[in-house]
């Protein structure tokens, strides 16, 4: 298995702002060929809200701070774990808006065992019922 699981690339957005891609590239012996698939893009209050975590996750990975910027044109390789770990954070507070209900999942997630994240995050990411499953992790892990 590969080393690198997760690729991180940014989205240039207007007036300089930048939103976040993280891809998945397929384990071996999948069929779906060697490009990584999109697991979610997030962008806006939510990504500001989270900077500090996902800066936090990127560091693990032997990247600094800097790394992500405005015209950023080199993807940054994530492991498998750290991968999983952001790519639930992005998935459960992008729809939201309120800065409590980020903070409280953001919080949680940063909480959780690596199996709990490795869980959640399988059940976010594939199945037909995956949107209602990732909005039943916010429900379940924030005071609502």
Known sequence: ??????????????????????????????????????????????LQAVTGEVLN?????????????????????????TGVRLGLLLLAVKPLSRLDRIEEVKDAICAMGSEEVYYWYSRCTSGNDRERT?????????KE
């Not at 069929?31 to 990584?36: D, K, L, M, T």
């Not at 693990?60 to 701070?65: E, H, I, T, V």
């Not at 990732?134 to 924030?142: E, G």
Request: aromatic letters at 8%; hydrophobic letters at 35%.
């Open 1 to 46: 298995m590969k080393d690198k699981s997760f690729e991180l690339r940014t989205i240039n957005l207007k007036n300089g702002e930048i939103g976040l891609s993280l891809y998945q590239f397929p384990l071996n012996g999948q069929v779906q060929g060697n490009e990584p698939r999109l697991v979610v893009r997030a962008w806006g209050t939510p």
């Open 57 to 81: 996750l990127i560091k693990r990975c032997g990247y600094q701070a800097g790394s992500i910027k405005p015209g950023q044109k080199e993807p940054l390789l994530l492991d498998e774990e």
């Open 134 to 142: 990732c909005r039943a992790f916010r429900i379940m892990v924030s």
